[in-house]
């Protein structure tokens, strides 16, 4: 029973990881992934009876729970188990539509969006109409670089959204189509050891750290970012503005933000004010505080009324800043803009899992299975969606989630895509296993949120690739991601590829946060600290330094230069049959150390290194000069 039980709920407990290898998650951890669903599935016997629950469900059901239309189509649903009868339907932008049937429910073309079907026995259905195809984006280029390693050009210890605005004028100064940054999520300010922009607290929200302060005192001119001192400095300097800011009047924009925030903000400004009298994770709060609906919240945030506006006024300050950062990119030449990174999970314990916590699937973390790059796997610590949970909500939490970084930016990375497909769960202290997606209707909401913000979607599709996923994202319009260092004929010689073989509907980079940079992979830095950290004792690990030597030989051997000079592989790059190429700053600037190390926390100065000159200088250093001028020879 327990396997029927898995299998209707969509795990998949039996597949091959990344080395080809087949791997079987034990019966533990089928039931602990199910009670992760909303499953009771502790024996044999439960699990029966919720096979005979879904099953009596199934039968019940007039039509599927959600349904991909084409916008701009008329469209005849047929209604199963007898006439359909009076329907109502809900168009997304709150006009209502009504009817009577008898087998089908024929409607009139629908807008793109996501509508709500009800008809008369009450059963309900997301209509998902949408375009479609996202349009290609013409071939272009652009910088990444890390927000939080810019210096600050007006006091503080942390890069921030003027810093960001500052790079981005710079860079289309030279003729770059978008910059791009880590996430920009919620994080937890009152933890200075937890500030990994892939861990936030709420994907709905924006990290406030990154506020530009005029008059905040310099932190630390040091080559790594102290953030316990510059929190401490900024949660002060922000208090400060905001007393001042109280006592020249409220403005009627900030007024209208709110009202247009709504329910959502409050909700996640009464969880900051928590935060602030009890410790930045909810689970270790007291008891009453825990759920958001329970007496003592509302007590609480009433009393607390002054800060729970501080809270809302500083993702006022973090949106108005972020707004000016895209619209000054754009302004300045940007073709693209800010290019945002939407994280893959959110904090198990972060606002997000309080705020909405039956949307989140609990005891489980989001990871993937081993594979040549990490041969033990990995466990993120974060906690997925439920696609149960995101199925009955109709999928709005996708979507606002989406709405919110495509409101500040005109290209936006999902982090991990291969999640629409399927999300590997690792139940605490169990192996783990995949968890079957709804992508039809995932890819759809994508698409409406990037056809109405007229954005385009790059998709991290790296690692254990599902058959056919690639397929369906270019049908989506939705870009892959070309990594140089891993695009090879794995299948024959191992040869890197030449620049025309890569593919036209991607973006191509050399590597990426999580890998060395060009200096620092042509050294085998990233093996050098692995050694190290391991503490082993033995000789340097000489046979990964061969090989490195060997893949670097043969990756000059395709740029055809030798010289090791970040130049030489910009060209490759820029040649490339991908439509955009991103170029890393650390690169541009000849540095050695990666921003993250994976596996680590604090072994290694993950997302700390400053980069070595401001924003303002950006512009008039020569080795960006000669990589745009590398760039436009290229026709991008």
């Known amino acids: 029973m327990i396997d029927a039980l898995a299998a209707r709920a969509g795990l998949v407990w039996r597949f091959k990881d990344g080395a080809g290898c087949m791997c079987e998650a034990p019966v533990e951890s089928r039931r602990a992934v199910l009670a992760a669903l909303g499953f009771r599935a502790a024996t044999d016997a439960e699990a029966g009876e919720q096979l005979v629950a879904l099953d009596a469900e199934e039968a019940r059901r007039r039509l599927a729970a959600w349904i991909v239309v084409r916008d701009g189509e008329p469209l005849r649903l047929p209604a199963t188990g007898g006439d359909a009868g009076q329907w109502r339907l809900e168009l997304e932008s709150g006009e209502i539509r009504e009817g009577r049937a008898e087998r089908e429910v024929a409607l009139d073309a629908l807008p793109v969006g996501r509508h709500r079907l009800t008809l008369e026995d009450g059963h309900e259905t997301t209509l998902l109409a949408v375009p479609d195809r996202l349009p290609t984006p013409d071939r272009a280029w652009g910088v990444t670089l890390p927000l939080y390693g810019l210096l600050p050009e007006h006091g503080g210890g942390i890069g921030t959204y003027r810093d960001l605005e500052r790079a981005a004028r710079a860079l289309a100064s030279r003729g770059a189509s978008f910059v791009g940054v880590n996430p920009v999520h919620s994080g937890f300010p009152l933890d200075p050891l937890n500030f990994s922009p892939y861990a936030p607290s709420s994907r709905r929200h924006f990290n406030t750290s990154h506020i530009g302060i005029t008059g905040e005192p310099v932190c630390s001119d040091k080559p790594l970012v102290d953030y316990e001192t510059a929190l401490v400095s ?228 790296l690692g254990n690739i599902p058959e056919g996923l690639r397929a369906d994202l270019e049908a989506s319009g939705i870009l892959g991601c070309r990594v140089a260092m891993f695009e090879r004929e794995w299948e024959d010689s191992a040869a890197f590829l030449p620049p025309d073989d890569y593919a036209e509907h991607a973006l191509a980079s050399f590597g990426s946060h999580d890998l060395p940079t060009w200096r620092g992979w042509r050294k085998g830095a990233d093996i050098a600290w692995r050694h190290r950290l391991s503490g082993a004792r033995s000789a340097f690990p000489e046979t990964e330094m061969a090989q490195r030597q060997a893949d670097v030989s043969a990756f000059d051997a395709v740029v055809g230069s030798s010289d090791g000079k970040a130049e030489a592989m910009h060209r490759f790059l820029a040649r490339t049959s991908s439509v955009l190429a991103a170029a890393q700053i650390e690169d541009i600037f000849g540095l050695e150390e990666q921003a993250n190390l994976p596996g680590t926390v604090l072994e290694h100065p993950n997302w700390r290194r400053r980069l070595p000159l401001k924003a303002s200088e950006f512009a008039d250093d020569d080795r960006l000069a000669v990589t745009a001028e590398i760039m436009k020879k290229a026709g991008r």
Not at 380 to 385: D, E, I, S, Y
Not at 418 to 441: C, I, Q
Request: hydrophobic share 45%.
């Open 234 to 461: 900024k949660r002060a300097a922000q208090e400060k503005r905001f007393a001042g800011w109280r006592e020249g009047g409220e403005k009627h924009d900030f007024k209208q933000w709110l009202h247009e925030r709504g329910a959502l903000m409050s909700r996640f400004s009464a969880h900051q004010v928590l935060s602030d009298a009890f410790g930045p994770y909810w689970p270790d709060w007291p008891a009453e505080y825990r759920d958001i609906a329970s007496p003592a919240v509302s007590r609480f945030v009433a009393k607390h009324a002054e800060d729970v506006r501080f809270h809302a006024w500083l993702q006022w300050q973090a949106e108005t800043q972020l707004s000016d950062a895209h619209r000054a990119a754009c302004e300045a030449g940007m073709r693209h803009g800010l290019y945002l990174d939407l994280a893959v999970g959110t904090h198990p314990a972060g606002a997000e899992t309080w705020m909405d916590p039956a949307m989140f699937a609990r005891g489980v973390s989001l990871g993937a299975p081993p594979d040549a790059f990490s041969p033990d796997g990995q466990v993120w610590g974060v906690t997925p969606l439920s696609p149960r949970a995101l199925v009955r909500d109709g999928f709005a939490v996708l979507a606002e989630t989406l709405r919110r970084q495509l409101t500040f930016c005109g290209l936006l990375r999902v982090d991990h895509i291969l999640g629409f497909e399927r999300t590997f769960w690792s139940p605490d202290g169990l192996p783990g296993l995949y968890v079957n997606m709804p992508k039809k209707a995932m890819l759809a909401v994508v698409r409406i949120e990037a056809a109405r913000a007229g954005a385009s979607i790059v998709g991290e599709d």
